[in-house]
């Protein structure tokens, strides 16, 4: 409950047969949650329904049994909640909230455009964790596209140059795992 996951899913439920481009015995070494004592960042991207959000929950969880304190945010619901914070004076208390747990999840970067105060809150966040807190991102857009999605190549760049650092990338290339039912019963082609 503490980590606001959006759905509980272990690890153990994920199907790897179906998205063979995943490296399981990459995704094991992860759930043994050393790239947390690293402190290196986990960015999962990928096409919508390709398993990123639920690998994310499934080392959230791996985490959570380790002992370590984990939250879970959107991006979208970040960039809305710092910025409340600092049209309310509030930044730095709020900023903590996203810098204390030791591993924060940041889900579905990509999906809504991002103003450009919500780009710079995004940066200063990024930077306070940089080589102090891991982090796990997803992404349904390459690294390459970021500058769109955060509307100012800078601030991509340079929000890219601290996650990649120090960091693991799982490229997701396959189908859909919401479309496997139907594709199956022909209701899809
Ligand atoms: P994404 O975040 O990439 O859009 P999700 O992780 O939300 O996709 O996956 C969509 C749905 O399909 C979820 O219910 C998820 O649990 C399930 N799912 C996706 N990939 C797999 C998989 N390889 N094995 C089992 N369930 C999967
Ligand atoms: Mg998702």
Redesign the pocket.
Known sequence: AMARFPFVKPLETFDFAYQPSIDKRQVLTLASCHYIEHGDNVIVLGP?GVG??HLAVSLGIKAIEAGYRVLFTSAAQLIATLTKALAEGRLDEKLKLYTTPRLLII??IGYLPIERIGANLFFQLISRRYERGPMIL?SNQSFGAWGEVFGDRVIATAILDRLLHHAVTLNIRGNSYRLKEKLKSGLVR
């Open positions: 919508p990123k959000t889900d579905e997803t």
